[in-house]
T-cell receptor, first 109, second 114 residues
Framework: KNEVEQSPQNLTAQEGEFITINCSYSVGISALHWLQQHPGGGIVSLFMLSSGKKKHGRLIATINIQEKHSSLHITASHPRDSAVYICAVHLFGNEKLTFGTGTRLTIIP | DVKVTQSSRYLVKRTGEKVFLECVQDMDHENMFWYRQDPGLGLRLIYFSYDVKMKEKGDIPEGYSVSREKKERFSLILESASTNQTSMYLC?????????????FGPGTRLTVT
């Protein structure tokens, strides 16, 4: 069983819909990252968080440390949001990241 | 802006060839990482380095070696390329150890071994 599980694996939605991607982890962590990867492109860090909630434009990330769960929300989704979204965690005292397998999001105009 | 560059976007090599993938970062980061990314498996850590000439094995080091002679440059070496090393290779860097710093990724090298 992976230490980091994402759901759903694939998500297709209409433009304008509210999107939620979930990430659950099974170990103690010091921080959680949400990353975005466009087709053929590199990976961009969206958020790094260790508690509470962060917002950047139409993107919101939340984390519940007790429940070992994080969500990434996209409001008013747009076709340019189509990408793979990856959850990754820093284990305590560890420089390395452990990654989920990603959620492929497709927004249809 | 942090910049992480990789020597090639696409590379085609033959089985048995020695392959060098180069990564350079311009932010004076101590930590550098090499990952491979495969469908359904996500990113997996091959090697990382936390200082010049220092290296540690990641989750899948077999068939690979690395070199870090200068702080800004981290090279991944496939000593004898095999078809199961066909993959997307991503390099990343991050700041000082002791804290969960953000990792900055390069654009990736798609390697095909025939």
């Amino acid at each position: 069983k992976n230490e980091v599980e994402q759901s759903p694996q694939n998500l297709t939605a209409q433009e304008g819909e509210f999107i939620t991607i979930n990430c659950s982890y099974s170990v103690g962590i010091s921080a959680l990252h949400w990353l975005q990867q466009h087709p053929g492109g590199g990976i961009v860090s969206l958020f790094m968080l260790s508690s509470g909630k962060k917002k950047h434009g139409r993107l919101i990330a939340t984390i519940n440390i007790q429940e070992k769960h994080s969500s990434l929300h996209i409001t008013a989704s747009h076709p340019r949001d189509s990408a793979v979204y990856i959850c990754a965690v820093h284990l305590f005292g560890n420089e390395k990241l452990t990654f989920g397998t990603g959620t492929r999001l497709t927004i249809i105009p | 802006d942090v910049k992480v560059t990789q020597s090639s976007r696409y590379l085609v090599k033959r089985t048995g060839e020695k392959v060098f993938l180069e990564c350079v970062q311009d932010m004076d980061h101590e930590n550098m990482f090499w990952y491979r990314q495969d469908p359904g498996l996500g990113l997996r850590l091959i090697y990382f380095s936390y200082d010049v000439k220092m290296k540690e094995k990641g989750d899948i080091p077999e068939g690979y070696s690395v070199s870090r002679e200068k702080k800004e440059r981290f090279s991944l070496i496939l000593e004898s390329a095999s078809t199961n090393q066909t993959s997307m290779y991503l390099c990343a860097s991050s700041g000082s150890s002791g804290a969960p710093y953000e990792q900055y990724f390069g654009p990736g090298t798609r390697l095909t071994v025939t």
